[in-house]
Nanobody
Framework: QVQLVESGGGLVQAGGSLRLSCAASGRTFSSAAMGWFRQAPGKEREFVAAISWSGGSTYYADSVKGRFTISRDNAKNMVYLQMNSLKPEDTAVYYC??????????????????????WGQGTQVTVSS
């Protein structure tokens, strides 16, 4: 079992930067695919970024490509989302998600929130114009 706790959210002006962190507990973190999702008021949850268990592969939504960077440190059980050039439309609650892929042989559906089995409580990001 993996527990996730996000931090690093806050209020920032458009064009600014924030770095979100996701602290994971549990021995299976290093074998977990991880992702970041966000949900704005009145909107559905949407995929932001994902990273493979090794960190060797990363995936991004078109809306954040070139501005956001996902990374992980398996030695520290941490996942990060560096967000640059923030826009007011990036305002949302950001969630960290994970799924153990140890012995997993099914289809990887990294952009689908339903594929993930672990979720954090979320951290609010507000970008002012």
């Amino acid at each position: 079992q993996v527990q996730l706790v996000e931090s690093g959210g806050g209020l920032v002006q458009a064009g600014g930067s924030l770095r979100l962190s996701c602290a994971a507990s549990g021995r299976t973190f290093s074998s977990a695919a991880m992702g970041w999702f966000r949900q704005a008021p009145g909107k559905e949850r949407e995929f932001v970024a994902a990273i493979s268990w090794s960190g060797g592969s990363t995936y991004y939504a078109d809306s954040v490509k070139g501005r956001f960077t996902i990374s992980r440190d398996n030695a520290k059980n941490m996942v990060y989302l560096q967000m640059n050039s923030l826009k007011p439309e990036d305002t949302a609650v950001y969630y960290c998600a994970g799924r153990s892929v140890l012995y997993y042989s099914g289809t990887y559906d990294r952009t689908n929130g339903a594929w993930y089995t672990y979720w954090g409580q979320g951290t609010q990001v507000t970008v002012s114009s």
